[in-house]
């Protein structure tokens, strides 16, 4: 099948592609709802599919298939070869791809416990625990329970002899509780998603996180508006990974670095931050969510530091990329599935840790906020802008923390915050699961400890 593909794509192009390559998936998964103690749904599945990508003297063509015969592959392998001679012509700036070793092997992320193997009801009784946990809460008015696990084979082939098998697991738990109290309605929302089997449920660690959850909603029913202002700022993990994924993980995409749409543009060997921070972006880590062995151009994934003590150090990059830029390619290449080309992601990014100890960051502020988690926010690359909602905070008053507050928004530009974060915590949690959407969706992960801001602006609804 292999050389049938390569020799009918050589064949279309008469020999003078500049590249080309082939993936093949084969997805089997397993996705269930349950609102409060009813599933809502239960559906399990394979998918299999096929695409072609061409670089013909500069130019991209792509096609794909969900039909992986040898007719139907042939037949993507013309559609992209005759799209990439069609545009050609036209294409002002031409593409080229930075030099990589091939490679060749299998490369297998192992399940200790294989959900493979798990019959549905085995995998509904996750969510059947997780609202055992929390159903005899008076103030939750409704619960939704969600899992889905999945098993990616991936083959990969290209013209310049790389030919690589991946098969990657993930499995994912959300929970959203929603709680009323006195006509007031708050929400939150915990999340477990690991590259590994159902060996991520060990100790039922859904539980534990549902009970959580629940407190959680019990500090934002009894929260109070916060204060308003530039103020110290302490971020937990969970805030703190979501910053270094939304407002510097986007910023150092190589593709927005490329075509101007990043603050970071021009800045690389600059000190853009305080000494004290270091954020890296890693999809070597085992068992997180964002983690993979092999991205979608057959590139071996490698770790990426972006800033090391405030200097700007690197980038995400793919291939494409790295060759404008002048750079190394380093795995940065990843798709949501067969219907998508490959485009520049993160994987698993987070702020290293620091020294300082909790106590030691607080004990010194007189009036600021303490802010847990994110419930989203809005992020502008180019600009350099960012502003988050946490799930959770609360208000810190001379040295201790006193009352819960909700609706708590903080915002800035991401090349100040860096310079004003003056500690970094000794407690680095890595773990958040997510899914990043660009054009197209994937999973990645997030992290960090816990980190101070001397100076942030803080809002409420």
């Not at 939704?144 to 994912?172: L, N, W």
């Not at 931050?273 to 994934?301: C, H, N, Q, R, W």
């Amino acid at each position: 099948m292999v050389i049938i593909l390569i020799l009918a794509l050589e064949k279309a192009l008469d020999g003078r592609a500049d590249y080309f390559d082939i993936r093949l998936l084969e997805v089997t998964t397993t996705n269930l709802e349950m609102k409060n103690n009813e599933v809502t749904r239960a559906v399990a599945g394979r998918e299999s599919g096929a695409c072609v990508r061409v670089l013909y003297r500069g130019a991209w063509g792509f096609a794909s298939t969900p039909d992986v015969s040898e007719p139907a592959l042939k037949e993507a392998a013309d559609k992209a070869a005759r799209m990439a001679k069609g545009v050609s012509e036209k294409v002002k700036e031409k593409s080229s791809l930075a030099p990589v070793r091939p490679s060749e092997g299998t490369a297998d992320i192992p399940m200790k416990k294989s959900f493979l193997d798990m019959g549905i009801e085995s995998k509904l009784g996750l969510l059947r625990s997780t609202y055992d946990a929390v159903k005899d809460y008076d103030f939750i008015a409704s619960m939704t329970a969600a899992y889905k696990d999945d098993y990616t084979i991936e083959e990969f082939m290209s013209s310049e002899g790389s030919h690589i098998v991946t098969k990657t697991p993930r499995v994912f738990w959300s929970l959203e509780l929603v709680g009323r109290k006195d006509g007031d309605i708050q929400s939150v929302r915990r999340r477990i998603g690991n590259s590994m089997g159902f060996e991520a449920f060990d100790g039922d660690r859904h539980v534990a996180v549902a009970r959580d959850c629940a407190a959680s909603l019990v500090a934002l029913l009894a929260g109070k508006s916060p204060p308003s202002g530039i103020m110290p700022v302490i971020v937990d993990h969970g805030l703190c990974g979501v910053f270094a994924h939304e407002a510097v993980g986007h910023a150092s995409e190589g593709d927005l670095v490329a075509t101007g749409n990043s603050c970071f543009e021009g800045l690389l060997g600059e000190q853009i931050g305080s000494e004290l921070v270091t954020i890296k972006d890693d999809a070597t880590i085992p068992g997180l969510f964002g983690s993979y062995i092999y991205d979608d151009e057959g590139v071996k994934t490698r770790p990426k530091t972006l800033i090391e003590d405030g200097r700007l150090n690197g980038f995400i990059l793919n291939r494409e990329t790295a060759a404008r830029l002048g750079m190394e390619p380093n795995g940065g290449a990843r798709a949501e599935s067969y219907h998508h080309r490959p485009i520049v992601r993160m994987s698993n990014t987070y702020i290293d840790r620091g020294d300082a100890t909790f106590k030691e960051m607080i004990e010194d502020i007189k009036l600021g906020v303490y802010a847990k988690d994110s419930r989203g926010g809005q992020v502008n690359t180019s600009q350099g802008f960012f502003q988050f909602n946490a799930q959770e905070a609360y208000l810190i008053e001379n040295g201790e923390i006193t009352k819960p507050l909700r609706d708590v928004s903080l915002s800035g530009k991401t090349l100040d915050i860096l310079k004003l974060i003056d500690m970094v915590g000794n407690d680095l949690v890595l773990g958040h699961p997510g899914i990043c959407g660009k054009g197209q969706s994937v999973p990645v992960g997030d992290g960090g400890p816990h980190v101070r801001i001397s100076k942030c602006v803080v809002g409420g609804r």
